[in-house]
T-cell receptor
Framework: EADIYQTPRYLVIGTGKKITLECSQTMGHDKMYWYQQDPGMELHLIHYSYGVNSTEKGDLSSESTVSRIRTEHFPLTLESARPSHTSQYLC???????????????FGPGTRLTVL | AQKVTQAQTEISVVEKEDVTLDCVYETRDTTYYLFWYKQPPSGELVFLIRRNSFDEQNEISGRYSWNFQKSTSSFNFTITASQVVDSAVYFCALSEAFRGGSEKLVFGKGTKLTVNP
């Protein structure tokens, strides 16, 4: 069973608010990911981290930002939420250091964000 | 670029029927891995299987089985004697090289399976 946690599970917030979605894992994984999942089910990679102090943008352009100060923690922040940010956000992590390890990703339960 | 196609957007079956979810992939890599994930209504993605490109043996796990055929670039998933609890969205994914020599998963668009009692 994967030990990866996301809070909050559900968030309804007004336009213009700053929000932070939390993601933590207790598996010691170096690689962590954020995905955005639209109502049509498709998953889009928006951020990626190789390890502490390393972050990369994903395939889908996102106004959100991420940080990786500790191995276990990978929060996502929206400085000013808008209705277009309404989506499900999924955090994942995978074992292995550097390079391609082909390991499976373990996913958190997701945060369903609604911006009014 | 790598690509994963799940042509079936939605499938609806009656309990105890067998059902096959199709997955076709495109890659130029000689070494690659394929995955299946299940996303129940609760929202989290649950890892089901990982298969490498050098192992074409079919795999069976309980009521689940997977058929990997490199000749047709397919990695299909069959549920035997489906149950209501199998209702979920199922994603097929392919590992792809990413920036800095690392990797990411390329997901198909998912197949929503509904098993009716």
């Amino acid at each position: 069973e994967a030990d990866i946690y996301q809070t909050p599970r559900y968030l309804v917030i007004g336009t213009g608010k700053k929000i932070t979605l939390e993601c933590s894992q207790t598996m010691g994984h170096d690689k962590m990911y954020w995905y955005q999942q639209d109502p049509g089910m498709e998953l889009h990679l928006i951020h990626y981290s190789y390890g502490v102090n390393s972050t990369e943008k994903g395939d889908l352009s996102s106004e959100s930002t991420v940080s990786r100060i500790r191995t276990e923690h990978f929060p996502l922040t929206l400085e000013s939420a808008r209705p277009s940010h309404t989506s499900q956000y999924l955090c994942a992590s995978t074992a292995g250091v550097g390079g391609r390890t082909y390991n499976e990703q373990f996913f958190g339960p997701g945060t369903r964000l609604t911006v009014l | 670029a790598q690509k994963v196609t799940q042509a079936q957007t939605e499938i609806s079956v009656v309990e105890k029927e067998d059902v096959t979810l199709d997955c076709v992939y495109e890659t130029r890599d000689t070494t690659y891995y394929l995955f299946w994930y299940k996303q129940p209504p609760s929202g989290e993605l649950v890892f089901l299987i990982r298969r490498n490109s050098f192992d074409e043996q079919n795999e069976i796990s309980g009521r689940y089985s997977w058929n990997f055929q490199k000749s047709t670039s397919s990695f299909n998933f069959t549920i035997t004697a489906s149950q209501v609890v199998d209702s979920a969205v199922y994603f097929c994914a392919l590992s792809e090289a990413f920036r800095g020599g690392s990797e990411k998963l390329v997901f198909g668009k998912g197949t929503k399976l509904t098993v009716n009692p």
